[in-house]
Nanobody
């Protein structure tokens, strides 16, 4: 059983930065596709970014809306995944979720992920 716990959310002004962390237990992040999703109020949960290690290589992929502003990374020693968010905009305001997909290599939809964190609020003020 994989458990995920997010931290690092909060309130930030537009143009600012935040770093979200996701601590995993039950399985190592190096063996799973790890993703970040977000869900604005009253809207569907959308893909933000994913990271996957295959052998010695690590692959990342981003939604167009965050490309160039957000960076996903992982620390195998800490069994954690991070989302560095820069140049934040009010439209980035959402509940952000960490997700894990042990059996999927390249998933960008919520149905690809079998494990989820509880979610954490990020609010960007204008």
């Amino acid at each position: 059983q994989v458990q995920l716990v997010e931290s690092g959310g909060g309130l930030v002004q537009a143009g600012g930065s935040l770093r979200l962390s996701c601590a995993a237990s039950g399985r190592t992040v190096s063996t799973m596709t790890m993703g970040w999703f977000r869900q604005p109020p009253g809207k569907e949960r959308d893909f933000v970014a994913r990271i996957r290690q295959i052998g010695v290589n690590t692959y990342t992929y981003y939604a167009d809306s965050v490309q160039g502003r957000f960076t996903i990374s992982k620390d195998n020693a800490k069994n954690a995944v991070y989302l560095q968010m820069n140049s934040l905009k009010p439209e980035d305001t959402s509940v952000y979720y960490c997700a894990a997909a042990p059996s999927v290599v390249s998933g960008s939809t919520s149905t690809d992920y079998g494990y989820w964190g509880q979610g954490i609020q990020v609010t960007v003020s204008s």
